[in-house]
């Protein structure tokens, strides 16, 4: 049986090849559907489908299965007709269309009797485009991106329009923190741990409805990962290094058969960034000011292997069972050499320090999810279920060291050596599970409902050895070191009706969400917090009018919610110099009520127009505040800069978004993006009211080109304005990308990218932050210029003489091909 559905299949895919031509990677789409008696209900087998091109010449057939199934693989897109006869039964014709939109069309279950139905005809789509827009999603295809070859998901993610991402990797879309998923569900990895080659796209929702999760202020970023399930036996090698000393290496490999379809993949990441820093702070004394300035260089190491490991089974036309594992190990280590400088009021250096501050991570992730879906007959009928089980564990350890000289290069003991070392370690444990069911009640109708539970299990420990100054011996340093367990559960329900009537559409929902949070600190005295926020509810309205002319109106509303995360509630002490982070505990969820209204046009299939206006008011919004103080490190006092989130009383934002996609030429395209925003946060802590407000803009542009001899050209550039902060700012940052791709060999099996990141050299973080007692500055770069060049090889094979019908009806002439558009 084996051997025979391998024939029946790789023979349907040399057929629709030779008479459409290649079977391009995005240029082939799957027909299925079943056959049932129309007075009996039962299948019908042996029954003969054929598939006819608009001229009615036959591109290829099979008889139905015993349970009435059939289906058609590898067929080129366009649009066909389906001739179903089989004796003591009427002919019977279906039409359907295949699209790069659309690849895959269930004709749904086909009665043999005297009437006919005829499926709705889709337009066909050419190939797909790297940016493409919708009213409520925008999504971006990775495989059209150069710039982030052989990079990471944060490289990918600096591309994406209305995404911003900044030097420490942080992300924010409209100004706003979203919430990231893989694959739709959460995940324990980072972004810096997902090697870009591994994801098919990005997509971006900026006010989901209730059917979403309701975490994250400014919506949703869903990493969409490559699951490759074309058929035949097919994969790709690719292999890069840049000028800084990173290099990276992968493979994918694929194999489907009638019922399987088997994935494989695994790459290799070593990056080099490095890293330097200036912090400059005056000090306002009572009767006299001095300034502080600590400077920071070396070298940010992230060293990791990924690998994936997958299999669906298609069970029959209606139902297929998925199941995967993805293995992601590696260490981040950070060496760095530290100066210290103290300065009089004449800003003249008194003294200064010399030192290291050197920090080593490693870590082990196993991610598994196992997946059912159950398509019934009718179009867009659907019943989805899936469990993640994630679990990250990590160790790490820490040498710090500051020795203070004078002006002539002597050891000084005024301010006191400062030495210590650390280890520790820590595990995470993330399970999510969640049933979707989706029913068209009508053409322009529908209802979908779900539940979801994720639950999530954090612990760590970490002690940190000081030295006993002027002891030789070193001993605990209690305000550094830790050992603390943290848990979450998050329990949600949704339903949403879909209705409209002429070119009005609208989309009513609600979200029920219940959470649960503990902590616990072992460490000295115990601490511990046991918080259980009552169900909320998250209502959502979607009303969309299109207008005559290829243009489209929506007016949206959601709520939405931000928890505090258990780095933001946990009570440690974080130092680093002059500065130094906590936790707190008290913290509370903030809500925001979000509104939108979108206008997307479309000019002649060349020109797409988005525009957006949105406002977002925020209650209990979480933001940070700097508070002079003295800490007690390891018996000594140290003056630091202490930051620490805080609930303000409120931030209102109001903006708006251009988005434009232009076809200049055949060869030639533009998407351009713009987000201008407004901003305003009120808060108080320790007796002092804060306020600040401030405009903001952002903006991107991504430009590709084709060129003669297969070549591939583009430039990305960004532009961030001034940020505002609650006591302070940050400043403006822009930075320019380009790249190119040449293809080579057969079917473009080989391509060769080269790529520079940040041409002139002008990405960093520098900000300024007021208190009471001091005024600071802050410079921070991260990954200088660099200088990319990686190399990829698609490959694949047939064999005709391997695939032919079970009536042997068919020659032996064979067939190869290798990579590029067939796969």
Do not use: C
């Amino acid at each position: 049986m084996l051997v025979t559905g391998w024939i029946l299949l790789f023979q349907n895919t040399l057929f629709a090849q030779h008479a459409g031509g290649k079977a391009g990677g995005d240029q082939t789409g799957t027909l299925y559907g079943k056959l049932i008696d129309a007075q009996s209900g039962k299948p019908v087998e042996y029954a003969s489908v054929a598939v006819l091109k608009p001229d009615s010449a036959v591109l290829t057939g099979m008889l139905s299965k015993p349970n009435g199934d059939f289906n058609f693989e590898t067929l080129p897109l366009g649009k066909y007709i389906l001739r179903i006869n089989f004796i003591g039964y009427e002919t019977v014709y279906k039409s359907a269309t295949l699209s790069a939109k659309t690849s895959t069309v269930d004709v749904g279950n086909i009665k043999l009797a005297s009437n006919s139905k005829t499926l709705n005809v889709v337009n066909v789509v050419g190939e797909k485009p790297a940016f493409s827009m919708a009213i409520d999603k925008r999504v971006f295809n990775v495989d059209k991106n150069l710039s982030s070859i052989g990079g990471t998901a944060t490289d990918v993610l600096k591309q994406v329009p209305s995404v911003n991402v900044d030097i420490d990797g942080n992300v924010t879309v409209r100004n706003g923190s979203p919430t990231i998923f893989i694959d739709g569900r959460p995940s324990t990895l980072t972004l810096d741990q997902i090697p870009a080659d591994a994801i098919e796209k990005i997509e971006v929702v900026t006010n989901p409805s209730a059917k979403y999760d309701a975490e994250g202020m400014s919506g949703i970023l869903n990493i969409v990962l490559k699951k490759n399930k074309k058929a035949g036996i097919n994969g790709q090698l690719s292999a890069g290094g840049s000028t800084l000393g990173s290099s990276n290496g992968g493979l994918d490999f694929n194999m489907r058969q009638e019922k399987f379809n088997f994935f494989v993949n695994y790459s290799f990441r070593n990056r080099v960034s490095p890293f330097n820093s200036r912090l400059y702070r005056k000090n306002l004394g009572q009767d006299t000011t001095t300034f502080t300035e600590q400077l920071q260089d070396g070298d940010f190491y992230r060293r990791f292997q990924n690998g994936r490991i997958g299999f669906d089974w298609f069970i029959d036309n209606r139902n297929t069972l998925s199941i995967s594992e993805n293995i992601v190990t590696g260490n981040f280590n950070n060496y760095n050499d530290q100066v210290v400088n103290d300065l009089d009021e004449k800003q003249q250096r008194v003294r200064y320090g010399t030192g290291i501050n050197n920090t080593k991570n490693g870590f082990k992730s196993y991610n598994t999810q196992l997946g059912y879906k159950h398509n019934f007959a009718k179009e867009g009928h659907e019943l989805t279920a899936d469990v993640t089980f994630s679990t990250n564990n990590g160790d790490n350890s820490s040498d710090y060291s500051l020795q203070y000289f004078d002006l002539k290069g002597e050891n000084i003991y005024d301010p006191t050596p400062q030495k210590r070392y650390g280890s520790g370690g820590g595990k995470t444990t993330y399970i999510t599970g969640q049933v979707d069911y989706v029913n068209p009640l009508s053409e322009k109708s529908k209802i979908e409902a779900g539940i979801r539970s994720n639950t999530r299990k954090f612990s760590n420990y970490t002690t940190v050895m000081g030295l006993d100054y002027p002891n030789t011996d070193y001993k605990v340093d209690s305000s550094l070191s830790s050992d603390y367990k943290y848990s979450e559960q998050i329990n949600a329900a949704y339903a949403t009706y879909t209705g409209g009537f002429d070119n009005f559409g609208y989309q009513v929902g609600l979200r029920a969400e219940q959470s649960f949070y503990k902590g616990e600190s072992f460490f000295g005295e115990y601490k511990s917090y046991n918080v259980d926020y009552p169900i909320s509810l998250f209502p959502s309205l979607f009303l969309s009018q299109k207008l005559k002319g290829d243009h489209e109106l929506q007016l949206n509303y959601s709520r939405r919610i931000r928890r505090p995360w258990f780095r933001d509630l946990l009570p440690t002490i974080d130092y680093n110099g002059q500065s130094a982070s906590t936790g707190n505990p008290g913290l509370s969820p903030e809500f925001t009520n979000s509104f939108e209204l979108s206008y997307l046009k479309d000019f002649n299939r060349k020109v797409n127009l988005l525009v957006s206006v949105y406002y977002r008011n925020t209650e209990n919004a979480i933001t940070d505040f700097y508070k002079d103080t003295v800490l007690s490190l390891n018996g000594q006092d140290q003056r630091v800069l202490l930051s620490y989130p805080i609930n303000a009383s409120s931030r209102n934002s109001y903006g708006a978004e251009f988005t434009l996609r232009t076809q200049v030429t055949k060869t030639w395209d533009i998407t351009a993006n713009a987000n201008l925003a407004q901003t305003k946060i009120n808060a108080s802590q320790d007796n002092a009211t804060l306020s600040n407000q401030g405009f903001t803009w952002f903006g991107k542009v991504n430009s590709n080109t084709k060129l003669p001899w297969n070549l591939t050209f583009q430039v990305n550039g960004e532009y961030e304005s001034k940020q505002i902060l609650p006591q302070g700012e940050r400043m403006p940052n822009w930075s320019i990308d380009a790249a190119v791709k040449k293809d080579l060999l057969k079917n473009k099996a080989l391509s060769i990218s080269l790529g520079i990141n940040d041409i002139f050299n002008s990405n960093r973080n520098l900000s300024y932050t007021t208190t009471s007692f001091s005024e600071q500055e802050n410079y921070r770069k991260r990954l200088a210029r660099e200088l990319r060049l990686n190399a990829t090889w698609r490959f694949g094979k047939m064999d005709a003489r391997l695939f032919k019908r079970k009536n042997n009806k068919q020659d032996n002439n064979g067939g190869e091909m290798g990579g590029g558009d067939n796969f």
